[in-house]
Structures are given as structure tokens and as C-alpha cells.
């Protein structure tokens, strides 16, 4: 899981263009909207891009992003017990 | 009341200057663009999600502004933005293609298809400094000191508008090109806001 979440820190820093962020400045246990990340709608769809492309997930409703992209963590899990690839 | 140019910026990939002052910035390899956002010492995170065009424009009303708008947080009604350019957002469009080019990897990208049109970067400067006045962007087939006079003299014929930023906002094939003016109605005598002086400052 550790792995994972280093993984997927790497590929949100990646597509959001968190440029000034490395893994070790995102906490995986921290929202990642509004407060920690402070991210915003549109990285809450290219969340749900990456989640397809990267590991084949496709989420059917958008609203299911906000208990899925509560935190790294949290997303590393889902990862993990749903990827095709 | 004279019409006056308070302040410009002229910013290619070969110069930036502002206000007759030539100002180098030390260039890595992968984008000049972010070298000035870090040479300013700018704390915006959002620079990093747009696009070149916007990066452009607004690293060049940062300039433009720097010394003029010191609080950004209340807002102006009284300023508008008039801009213009030549391939609109064409350098960000050609970005989103490569993102739904591939049938077998077909991922529309949100983040790069929001900045598929010329007028963001308009909205980013506008956010930015909480302008709240008339805001338009026009495309002209080449640099027309002309049409941005008559853009902004047409803008100022709003009583309630006293500052117009303008100019000439392009980016295509990594050209960089871009002059911002700030034109204000002000009582003293400055550098005039004609079709000439907007030539001599984009040459």
C-alpha cells in the first residue's frame, strides 16, 4: 500500500501541475480539496481521467469522486480494491 | 483629462522589459515562462495549471502592475481589459488534440481543455487583481497597433471606465510575444496613448 500511495502522489503531482510539491510535502491521510491540497473541480475530474487511464477505473458518477478523493490514502485503497490494470 | 500609457511590459523569448528597464532572468532549458514566475518570487499556485498563453499574459500584468495595483483584494470596477492576438489559443488546442487523438487512448484532459479558448487568459488577469470591468479579446491577422486603439478608445467611452489594460497577448510554436500597456484618463501630461508610441513600444 505504502508503494501505492507514493505511486499515486507522484501521478496527482504529475497531472494537477503541482509543480512546487513533491511527494513528501503531500500528507496521505489530508483532504485533498478545499483544505490540504486546496484542489478544485476541474483536478477533481482530471482525478477521475487519471483513475481510468492509469488504473482502468471508470466511475460512472462523478459524485462518487467525493468519498473516493477524500484523501491519498483513501484513494490508494479504492485503488487497490478495484484496478483492472 | 489626457489619455496617457501609465506603464508597459514588452515580454518575448528574447526580452522582457518594463518601463525602458531590461530585466534578465537566469533560463532553464524546460520553460522560460516558469523561470519568471520563480524570478519574481510569486506565490500563485494556479500559474502552474495554465496554459502558455495565460502564463504569458500573466506574468505580464504581474509586471505591468507591480508597482500600481499594491492591493489586489478589492475590487476595480472601474478597469477594464482589452486584448488581442493572432492564433488565440491555438498552442493549447493543438495540447487538448493530443489528449483525444488516439482512439485507443481516448482521455479528454479537463485541465488543459478549460484553456481551449483565447479570452481565459483575460479571466486570469482579472481574477487575479479583482478587475471587475468590461473584458474582451480580439484576434487580428497580425499585430494592429490601430485596432487596439480603436478597442480601447471604444472601452473608454464607458464613463465609468478609467484604466484599460491592452495590448498583444500571442503564443504559438513556443514564440513568446506579448505587450501589455496600461492606458489611464489622467489629468498630468505622460507618454500619450496613440497608434504611434504602441508601435515604438511593441518594436
Not at chain 2, 528574447?14 to 524546460?30: F, S
Not at chain 2, 492591493?71 to 493572432?86: C, Q, S, W
Not at chain 2, 483565447?118 to 487580428?140: C, D, H, L, Q, T
Request: hydrophobic residues 40%.
Amino acid at each position: 500500500m505504502e508503494a501505492l500511495i507514493l505511486e499515486l502522489k507522484k501521478e496527482i503531482i504529475e497531472v494537477l501541475n503541482l509543480e512546487e510539491l513533491t511527494p513528501e510535502d503531500i500528507n496521505e491521510d489530508a483532504p485533498l480539496f478545499v483544505e490540504g491540497l486546496g484542489l478544485d473541480s476541474i483536478d477533481a475530474l482530471e482525478l477521475i481521467v487519471l483513475m481510468e487511464k492509469n488504473y482502468g477505473i471508470k466511475l460512472n458518477n462523478a459524485a462518487e469522486g467525493r468519498d473516493i478523493f477524500k484523501s491519498v490514502r483513501i484513494m490508494a485503497e479504492y485503488i487497490a480494491k478495484n484496478r483492472t490494470k | 483629462m489626457n489619455i496617457n500609457i501609465a506603464s508597459y511590459c514588452r515580454l518575448t523569448n528574447h526580452k522582457l522589459e518594463v518601463n525602458d528597464i531590461d530585466i534578465q532572468i537566469q533560463k532553464t532549458e524546460a520553460s522560460s515562462l516558469n523561470d519568471i514566475y520563480r524570478h519574481l518570487n510569486l506565490s500563485y499556485p494556479k500559474f502552474f495549471k495554465m496554459d502558455n498563453l495565460s502564463k504569458a499574459g500573466f506574468l505580464a500584468s504581474e509586471l505591468l502592475l507591480k508597482n500600481i495595483i499594491i492591493d489586489k483584494e478589492t475590487p476595480k470596477k472601474d478597469m477594464a481589459i482589452v486584448l488581442m492576438n493572432r492564433s488565440a489559443s491555438l498552442d493549447n488546442d493543438r495540447t487538448y488534440q493530443t489528449t483525444i487523438q488516439d482512439e485507443n487512448n481516448f482521455f479528454p484532459s479537463p485541465s488543459v481543455f478549460v484553456y481551449t479558448l483565447s479570452n481565459i487568459v483575460n479571466g486570469e488577469i482579472a481574477i487575479r487583481n479583482k478587475i471587475m470591468g468590461e473584458s474582451s479579446f480580439y484576434i487580428s491577422e497580425n499585430f494592429s497597433p490601430e485596432k487596439i486603439y480603436s478597442a480601447v478608445m471604444n472601452t473608454f467611452s464607458d464613463p465609468n471606465i478609467n484604466q484599460v489594460i491592452c495590448g498583444w497577448v500571442d503564443y504559438e510554436f513556443n514564440e513568446c510575444d506579448v505587450l501589455l500597456l496600461l492606458i489611464r484618463k489622467e489629468n498630468q501630461e505622460k507618454i500619450p496613448f496613440n497608434v504611434n508610441n504602441i508601435y515604438h513600444l511593441y518594436t
